[in-house]
Nanobody
Framework: VQLVESGGGLVQAGGSLRLSCAAS????????MGWYRQAPGKQRELVAS???????YYADSVKGRFTISGDVAKNTVYLQMNSLEPEDTAVYYC??????WGQGTQVTVSS
């Protein structure tokens, strides 16, 4: 099983990107899916997550700018990123609570 991500790229500060993630085949018993990111020289951090029941978490640094959505039961999750800042530059990873990770997609925000 793989989590397949798409939607990264290069954007100017203030711009938007939408990340998508879907499982290559159905993963059962997934309770939560989300997005992590890792910037050069920094630890991987949780950006946002969503549970099967619709409970959502955002890191303080992205509240009001990013929106997570998806259908955890169908193993799909999206991240709408608005008002992007250079500090958002990182590799973004899709994640599931059953321990699967995506390969990562690069997001670069230029000033």
């Amino acid at each position: 099983v793989q989590l397949v991500e798409s939607g990264g790229g290069l954007v100017q500060a203030g711009g938007s990107l939408r990340l998508s993630c879907a499982a290559s085949r159905t993963i059962f018993s997934v309770n939560t899916m989300g997005w992590y990111r890792q910037a050069p020289g920094k630890q991987r951090e949780l950006v946002a997550s969503i549970t099967r029941g619709g409970v959502i978490y955002y890191a303080d640094s992205v509240k009001g700018r990013f929106t997570i959505s998806g259908d955890v039961a169908k193993n799909t999750v999206y991240l709408q990123m608005n008002s992007l800042e250079p500090e958002d530059t990182a590799v973004y990873y899709c994640w599931s609570s059953t321990g699967y990770w995506g390969q990562g997609t690069q997001v670069t925000v230029s000033s």
